[in-house]
């Protein structure tokens, strides 16, 4: 069983920065495909990008040279450093976990509580 744990939500003004969090209880990230979505108030859950334990790495088009994954494997956590973050950035902030290398976007396995990602205007 993998149990991922977002946080470093919180709240930023247009322009600034947030590194984010997702520990990986249960399993080592270094054997999981990692991925993080969002859903703002009222819209649908996305995709923001994902890392495989292949080293693929995935981006959506709004995070492309303004988000960024890491990992750190003493620590059993991958990071999403977000950056030039904009008011639409706002939402709920969800990380997600597989053991497959290549994932659907829609079918990870596992999947945290989410953490909250304001940005001001």
């Known amino acids: 069983q993998v149990h991922p744990i977002e946080s470093g939500g919180g709240v930023v003004q247009a322009g600034g920065s947030l590194r984010l969090s997702c520990a990986a209880s249960?399993?080592?990230?270094?054997?999981?495909?990692m991925g993080w979505f969002r859903q703002a108030p009222g819209k649908e859950r996305e995709f923001v990008g994902a890392?495989?334990?292949?080293?693929?790495?995935d981006y959506a088009e709004f995070a492309k040279g303004r988000f960024t994954f890491s990992r750190d494997d003493a620590k059993n956590t991958v990071f999403l450093q977000m950056n030039s973050l904009k008011p639409e950035d706002t939402a709920v902030y969800y990380c997600?976990?597989?053991?497959?290398?290549?994932?659907?976007?829609?079918?990870?396995?596992?999947w945290g509580q989410g953490t909250q990602v304001t940005v001001s205007s």
């Open positions: 249960g399993r080592t990230v270094g054997a999981l495909s």
């Open positions: 890392n495989s334990w292949g080293g693929e790495s």
């Open positions: 997600a976990a597989d053991p497959r290398r290549v994932v659907r976007r829609d079918d990870y396995a596992y």
